[in-house]
């Protein structure tokens, strides 16, 4: 969850909320850190997101959280994860 921190006309930027769970968060992260070095799609959907313009930083937070959606939908549906597919 990015947040905003502003204060009447003053920004001083977004930076990642500390709300939740912070042991899912910092297994989330090191879950992205290791895909983003990986050929598999989770590696290709960062590099992707880099080569449209989005800082590191902020690519490694999008993929972190497409891994939490595709371990709660393992978890959800019961079924083991299928790298094969053809989701969005």
Do not use: W
């Not at 977004?14 to 895909?35: D, E, F, I, M």
């Amino acid at each position: 969850d990015v947040r905003m921190r502003q204060s009447g006309k003053h920004e001083a930027g977004r930076h990642l909320s500390k709300v939740g769970h912070a042991s899912l968060r910092k297994a989330a992260y090191q879950a992205a850190l290791g895909a983003i070095r990986s050929k598999s799609r989770l590696g290709e959907y960062y590099r992707g997101l880099r080569l449209r313009g989005k800082p590191g930083k902020v690519a490694l937070c999008a993929l972190a959280r497409k891994i939490l959606r595709i371990a709660f939908a393992v978890v959800k549906q019961g079924k083991p994860f299928d790298p094969a597919y053809p989701g969005p």
